[in-house]
């Protein structure tokens, strides 16, 4: 009764070790903006972020994941998972959309690095209900091609 158990645990370990080395799964750990770019939907956003002010000041991870260790990573495995599965399934957005907790991040993010910007603004943006990134869209990932899909609220990812 032991030995199945026992012979499918391995063989489920045996897969999940196979999968992350074929990966290069700890790519996916660090903050090397190029990993980020693996999959040809981030094209965009990539070259838009190269060639963009915030390129020589910040990566990916330090606008889009919090900064805290514990947070970080749990915010990179769950982005990680929905990549995965949307890769696996088919189901790659053609023009990928921040769900409402990916603002949020972004958002925080923005103030924890302008903190003495946000408090010299005299109408108190910091606690306004915009995000910075809705007037401040082209700094960090530059200009916006030019795209045939329109932005959708609903088919957010």
Known sequence: MKLPIITGIIAILAVAVTAMYA???????????????NCHVMDAAYEGWFHAGHTNWAKCSDCHT???????????????????????????????????????????????????TVADIGDAQMDAERYCFECHRHSAHGERGISILPYKHEEEY
């Open 23 to 37: 990966s290069d799964f700890t790519a996916y750990l660090g903050d090397n903006p190029t990993t980020c770019n």
């Open 66 to 116: 919090p900064h805290p260790f514990i947070p970080k990573y749990l915010v990179k495995a769950e982005s990680g998972y929905h990549h995965v599965t949307a890769y696996l399934f088919g189901n790659i957005p053609d023009a990928i959309r921040a769900k409402e907790k990916s603002r949020q991040v972004v958002q925080d993010n923005c103030v924890r690095c302008h903190l003495e």
